[in-house]
Each structure stands twice: as C-alpha cells, then as structure tokens.
C-alpha cells in the first residue's frame, strides 16, 4: 500500500463546477496534510495546509480532513480553465519531522 | 523577494559521469529539501537540511548521491557514476524552520533536469 494514495485521473469538470479531489494517507501518526498544485513543466506551488480535523477555506479552495478516516480532500468551486493542473497531496507524519511524502497526483482539467 | 533557484534548469550527461545541482534557498530559511521526481510521479524526498548539517538523508538511493551544505545556505546534489535510471527532474525546496506547522511551508524551485544518455 502507498503511504499517500490519489487517483491519477484525469478528472475532467465543466468550468464553473465544483472539483473535487481525494486522498488517503496510510500513517496513522500524521500531523500534517498540504495540497500542491502542479502546472506542466512547473514546480510544485502550495496552495493549502491543514492540520485539524474539519474544513479549512481559502477563495475557491476548500481542504477537509478527517484523520480517523485518514481521508483529506480539496473542493475547487467555481472551477476555471486556469485550474487545470496536476494537483499533489503531500503529507507530513510524526515518525518524520522533516519529511514530506506526496501522492502521485490527480490530473484535473477544467472544460470551458 | 527572490524565490528559491536552481542550476543548470538542464543538465544532459553520459551514463558513468558525475553531475552537480545547485540550489539557492530563499534567504533566512534555514530548511532545505531535495526531491526527485519522475514523469507522472510526485516529488521524492531524498535529503534534509536544517543549517550546514543533513538532519534526514534517509531517502538517498544509494551511495552515489551525496549532498552538502557548508555554510547553511547554498546546497549542492552531488551524483557519482550517473545511470540511466537517475533521469528525473531534481527540485529543491526551502522553508523557514522545520519543526512547527505555520512555518514549515516548503517552497519549491523551478527543479533541474537531468538526462543520462
């Protein structure tokens, strides 16, 4: 089992939809969860953290996480042509203070 | 201010020679990561630095790779006897500190390309 598991994708939404995109982390002990999204030929860019159990908003973005379910997802409302990326969950654990360990990430591509 | 860089952005070399990746930190962060990632992959941690010394270096594959940070800002991925199997895009990340949760956002380079023919 992956230690941070995303479908691949793509995921393809009609612009102006809601996105939504899933990720299960198997380490118990972690602490802190991030959603990074990724053009093509780009670096990683952060777009949300989370470290509690619930919803956190930021704009259009929405993080949720429920650690007993061991289950964090981002909502992407109002989506735009310009969120079509490659969106990566990345998870931080106790075990591991430095190490962040990312998921393959889901291929999002936003239909006009 | 200045984000996090890295040189070469490409780097084309022959199986069996050595390579080096430079990565310069935003300034005043103390943290610095090498990933690597593969096409269709997400980034793989290899090293951590907090300051000059390598905190966790528990993802380096093998031998072959070493890094160094010897004044706690500039980094350099040092890869020996380059194979086939190294091509990926190495990407550096920089945060302020490592420990705490507000502060600990890793910002990402633009990543260097490495081929081996």
């Known amino acids: 089992q992956k230690e941070v598991e995303q479908n691949s994708g793509p995921l393809s939404v009609p612009e102006g939809a809601i996105a939504s995109l899933n990720c299960t982390y198997s380490?118990?002990?972690?602490?802190?969860f991030f959603w990074y999204r990724q053009y093509s030929g780009k670096s990683p860019e952060l777009i949300m953290s989370i470290y509690s159990n619930g919803d956190k908003e930021d704009g259009r973005f929405t993080a949720q996480l429920n650690k007993a379910s061991q289950y964090v997802s981002l909502l992407i409302r109002d989506s735009q042509p310009s969120d079509s990326a490659t969106y990566l969950c990345?998870?931080?654990?106790?075990?591991?203070?430095?190490?962040?360990?990312f998921g393959s990430g889901t291929r999002l591509s936003i239909r006009p | 201010g200045a984000g996090v860089s890295q040189t070469p952005s490409n780097k084309v070399t022959e199986k069996g020679k050595y390579v080096e990746l430079r990565c310069d930190p935003i300034?005043?962060?103390?943290?610095l990561y090498w990933y690597r990632q593969s096409l269709g992959q997400g980034p793989e941690f290899l090293i951590y630095f907090q300051g000059t010394g390598a905190a966790d270096d528990s993802g380096l594959p093998n031998d072959r790779f070493f890094a160094v940070r010897p004044e706690g800002s500039v980094s350099t991925l040092k890869i020996q006897r380059t194979e086939r199997g190294d091509s990926a895009v190495y990407l550096c990340?920089?945060?302020?500190?490592?420990?705490?949760?507000?502060?600990?956002?890793?910002?990402f380079g633009p990543g260097t390309r490495l081929t081996v023919l």
């Open positions: 380490d118990r002990g972690s602490q802190s």
């Open positions: 990340a920089s945060s302020r500190t490592s420990g705490g949760t507000a502060t600990d956002t890793q910002y």
């Open positions: 990345a998870v931080k654990s106790y075990s591991s203070a430095s190490k962040i360990i």
């Open positions: 300034s005043g962060h103390t943290a």
